[in-house]
């Protein structure tokens, strides 16, 4: 053989060529898959801090509505005393008080209704992104197999 002659590729140059190239494919899948694990973990990191946030405001508002409520306890009894002391002429201002009452509870009812509904729809909204993301997560998984199922059919192939 001459020193300017080049050797031919054989057979098992291509295979490895082939394996190089799946290898390296392997490697910019497996790049991508964490980093969309990565991104996952911080959509989920942001999302449980808006739910902490959300959380955190809920429980100022009942805070705020406790000391609200007192605050009007404490001035339905004062105005129990006083119409006690003046039943006759207050009597009419009493069944209006009734009735508004009646209407705030009727609000709050209506409001516990709605907060009710709305949480049902984000733990259901909730629950449907666990579910894509468990999919999505098989999906890879099942990738992966085929990938690992196709690396052992080359080796196989390769001579010893």
Not at 60 to 84: G, T, Y
Request: hydrophobic share 30%; net charge negative.
């Amino acid at each position: 053989m001459s020193a300017k002659a080049k050797p031919q590729p054989t057979e098992i140059d291509h295979m490895r060529n082939t394996l190089t190239d799946v290898v390296h494919a392997l490697g910019n899948t497996r790049g991508e898959m964490h980093r969309r694990f990565d991104q996952q973990d911080k959509e989920l990191s942001q999302f449980k801090d808006q739910v902490n946030e959300q959380f955190h405001w809920v429980k100022e508002q009942f805070d705020r509505q406790d000391k609200e409520l007192s605050q009007f306890k404490h001035e339905v009894n004062e105005q129990f005393h006083w119409v006690k002391e003046q039943f006759d002429r207050q009597d009419k201002e009493l069944s209006q008080f009734k009735h508004e009452v009646k209407e705030q509870f009727h609000a709050v009812n209506e409001r516990f209704d709605q907060q009710e509904k709305e949480f049902s729809e984000f733990k259901h909204e909730v629950r449907e992104r666990f579910d894509q993301q468990e999919k999505d997560i098989a999906a890879l998984k099942a990738d992966n197999a085929e990938i690992k199922e196709v690396l052992k059919l080359i080796l196989t192939r390769l001579p010893s």
